[in-house]
Nanobody, 127 residues
C-alpha cells in the first residue's frame, strides 16, 4: 500500500517557475514507477510526466517537454516536478500517482496503470 501527498502548488505568474513535491509512504516505493498528471477546469485528466523506479528513465508529454523535469529521491520517498516557463495553459490540479508498470513512451496507457493517487495540488498560472 502506498499513500501519496502532494505539496508546493500555488499562484505563479506566466514565465515563472514552481516545484511541486509528492511524499510517499510505503515499503516498496522504489519498486513503483511514478507519474504526474493534471486536470484543468472542464478538461480530462492528462499525463504530464513519468519516471522509472530507479529514476534512470523519464518521459514527458509533448506539451511540457523542455520546460518540466521529473525526478525522484528514493532515500526520501519523494518525487518532484520542476516546472519552468509556466504558461496559463498549465493551470490545473496536479496529481501524483504510483504504479507497477512502466509504459515508457506509450503515454496513453500511464493513467490506467496507476494504482495509487494523491489528492492533488492546485497550480494557477496568471497571465
Amino acid at each position: 500500500q502506498v499513500q501519496l501527498v502532494e505539496s508546493g502548488g500555488g499562484l505563479v505568474q506566466a514565465g515563472g517557475s514552481l516545484r511541486v513535491s509528492c511524499a510517499a509512504s510505503g515499503r516498496t516505493f522504489s519498486s513503483h514507477v511514478m507519474g504526474w498528471f493534471r486536470q484543468a477546469p472542464g478538461k480530462e485528466r492528462e499525463f504530464v510526466a513519468g519516471i522509472s523506479g530507479g529514476g534512470l528513465f523519464t518521459y514527458y508529454a509533448d506539451s511540457v517537454k523542455g520546460r518540466f523535469t521529473i525526478s525522484r529521491d528514493n532515500a526520501k520517498n519523494t518525487v518532484y516536478l520542476q516546472m519552468n516557463s509556466l504558461k496559463p495553459e498549465d493551470t490545473a490540479v496536479y496529481y501524483c500517482a504510483a504504479g507497477r508498470t512502466n509504459y515508457a513512451s506509450d503515454y496513453g496507457r500511464w493513467m490506467g496503470g496507476m494504482d495509487y493517487w494523491g489528492k492533488g495540488t492546485l497550480v494557477t498560472v496568471s497571465s
